[in-house]
């Protein structure tokens, strides 16, 4: 499979399948493709949909599968980017739970749980999240602009819990709480901060969906 990514604010991925080869995406997805191209819609069976349900994702997979050489695009479904990440058997990649936009059949989707549990539980976006593993290519929808950081053994980055995209597995991550009455109550920074120790690499979006709709929304007319 070869791909290009294009587009600005609201990028598309341009997938170019070989006879036989296919790419799994969540429902609605897919922008265009060649004719060459059918889909059949999948669970999973019953467990994998039940877990599903409960990390947010969409219960139904779309699996399209090329009769011949040809195209097919997935198209990012807010402004952002497009993050093409390469899993190899025992380098997955822990991920934001509605952050899957497509990849290669070899990837598996599994729900990854924070270790610290009451921290999230209170803390948000940041308890349940996705575990890529497998080998293959899958493509993450990022909001806004993307940082790449690169931590060491032992150091560790605090971020607010949504601007977290992702991290190679193998780093840990904690829920911790914002300290003082007077921080949390004019702040306005949330009650809860991401920390993500290393090694391994950190990827950081700069503007959450949930962010961007609470910008707009602070500007819209009041109705009486």
């Known amino acids: 499979m070869q ?3 294009e587009g600005g604010a609201f ?3 341009v997938c170019h399948l070989e006879a036989g080869e296919q790419m799994k ?6 922008v265009w493709m060649d004719p060459c191209m059918t889909m059949e819609t999948t669970g999973g069976g019953v467990g ?12 139904f997979q779309n699996i399209y599968t ?10 990012s479904s807010f402004p952002g980017k497009i993050l093409p990440i390469q899993i190899e058997p025992g380098k997955g990649f822990i991920a934001q739970k509605m952050s899957f936009l497509a990849s290669e059949m070899g990837i598996d989707l599994s729900i990854f749980f924070n270790k610290k549990m009451s921290g999230g539980f209170f803390g948000g976006e940041g308890f349940i999240m996705q575990r890529m ?15 790449k950081y690169e931590l060491a053994a032992g150091q560790s ?22 300290h003082g009455a007077k921080n949390i109550m004019l702040g306005g920074e949330g009650l809860f901060n991401t920390k993500v120790t290393g090694p391994g690499t950190l990827w950081v979006q ?14 819209l007319p009041v109705s009486n």
């Open 11 to 13: 990028p598309v991925v």
């Open 48 to 59: 994998k949909m039940f877990s599903k349900m409960f990390s947010g994702e969409s219960m």
């Open 206 to 219: 700069t503007m959450p969906l949930a962010t961007l709709v609470n910008s707009i929304a602070a500007h």
């Open 66 to 75: 090329a009769s011949s050489a040809g195209l097919i695009a997935f198209g």
């Open 25 to 30: 995406t969540e429902k609605g997805s897919m």
């Open 157 to 178: 980055m605090l971020i607010d819990t949504g601007n977290v995209l992702g991290f190679t597995e193998g780093m840990t991550i904690e829920v911790e709480r914002i």
């Open 3 to 5: 791909y290009e990514i």
């Open 133 to 147: 593993s497998g080998q293959g290519i899958v493509f993450l929808e990022c909001d806004g602009e993307l940082m």
